[in-house]
């Protein structure tokens, strides 16, 4: 799970070196007022970017365990490991709820 985590804060670190780059090429892209081919050529700049630099690319993972699935984001944390921590005393504002 180790190199799960890793290649994630890889991909965040790529993302967040592009990012301020690509909101600049699309802004040129869809402005009206430059000539066709000089926003023809910004989007082909955009779409020139390497893969990892998408948003989407970016996995929510668990800090503890690098779980990917069932991540809470208030706590960055698996469910698992939140309920854990949770009963341990660890987790201070949250109350378990009966009905």
Not at 12 to 27: G, T, Y
Request: aromatic content about 14%; overall charge positive; hydrophobic content about 40%.
């Amino acid at each position: 799970m180790k190199y799960l985590i890793e290649k994630d804060k890889k991909r965040r670190k790529i993302f967040e070196f592009f990012e301020k780059k690509k909101l600049v090429l699309k802004a040129l892209s869809v402005d009206k007022r430059l000539p066709a081919s000089l926003r023809l050529f910004y989007k082909m700049e955009l779409h020139s970017f390497k893969r990892n630099a998408s948003a989407t690319r970016i996995k929510n993972r668990c800090v503890i365990t690098g779980r990917g699935r069932g991540v809470l984001k208030y706590f960055k944390m698996s469910r698992l490991q939140v309920r854990d921590t949770f009963f341990k005393g660890l987790l201070y504002g949250v109350r378990k709820s009966s009905w």
